[in-house]
């Protein structure tokens, strides 16, 4: 993530420092920085399960980071254009915190330095996206990037229930987040990556595949025009007798109406199953409300596909001792 998002190009609000001085002999300054490689490592976060305490642990895992990069930082400073080693290290203390940006699900949004204070009320209850990044206070500050960076962005945006046709649900579901690890010191870059990939697995979740690619494909073919055709064999016997006594005409035209509206259904089902079980999900104290509703909605299912696979069976078997 080298681009800053949009809510954090504007000015720091009253809670943040004033903008340093980006003129003078205290402006930090690597001493070679361009005949050092830079190391890099991007981690794409999905199936997660994150509460506003593990938000603020993570950000405390950050912050930790951050420590180690100052003193990087410190080592490749040249100290004769400082008054004092003291007042070096009192420059790149100002100009390295970790910034963090978030944003409510009604669009409230809050910038500060340091960690999040999720304990408070005022820490949404409904969460959008998280953004904290070691760098951006010092590009704002002083238009120059640390040595070392780690930043990242986590979107709790749930799929939408909303027919888009210019969306192509066999497209894997949209996830935004990504945290990016870069820097001049591949220990720094390695022991952060790995630290922050330790932090996540414990935070993994059991999702579905449904958010993959072409899963959808495999969920029409295999599993919804089955059941479908199942719920016709069982509960269509009026239907079919109705059909009988009309014209050849209305039952081609109720036949490609009734496909369309099948495949229309199956989509809803298909995007509300991906609503149910986001890549990313934010919880500020309990998930009893989730568990709930995705118990009512796996028991629905389930006895729709376990019934449908037992008459199966059962029709498999008799036509075969038969």
Partial sequence: MTDTPENLRTDAPGNLPEAIDAQGPQQVQPTDPV???????????????????????????????????KQLEYGKLDLSKFESPEQAQQRVNEVMPVEYNYTA???DSVQGLGIPKTDERAFPDEL????????????????LRPLNTVEMFLGFDKPSLKFDLQTLPSN????????????RDEDWVISTAQKIEDFLRKRKAVRP?????????????LLFLPATIWLFYKQGSGLAT?????SVFLNVVF???????????????????????PPMEYYKRSRL?????????????????????????????LSLLG
């Fill in 35 to 69: 005949r050092v490689p830079l190391y890099r490592r991007d981690l794409f976060p999905t199936n997660l399960v994150l509460s506003a305490e593990d938000l603020k642990e993570f950000c405390e895992l950050l912050s930790e980071a951050n420590e180690k990069a």
């Fill in 105 to 107: 699900a009604n669009g």
């Fill in 128 to 143: 959008k996206s998280v953004f904290a990044s070691n760098a951006s206070f010092a590009e704002r500050s002083i238009n």
């Fill in 172 to 183: 894997p579901t949209e996830n935004r987040s990504v945290i990016n690890v870069a820097g």
């Fill in 209 to 221: 595949i449904i958010h993959g690619s072409g899963t959808y494909d495999y969920f029409i073919y």
């Fill in 242 to 246: 109705w059909l009988d006594s009309q």
């Fill in 255 to 277: 036949g490609v109406y009734a496909i369309l509206l099948t495949l229309l259904l199956a989509r809803f089902v298909f995007q509300y199953v991906r609503w149910l079980f």
């Fill in 289 to 317: 409300g989730a568990f709930i509703h995705r118990g009512v909605a796996a028991t629905v299912g389930s006895a729709v596909v376990l019934g449908a696979a037992y008459d199966l069976i059962k029709a498999t078997l």
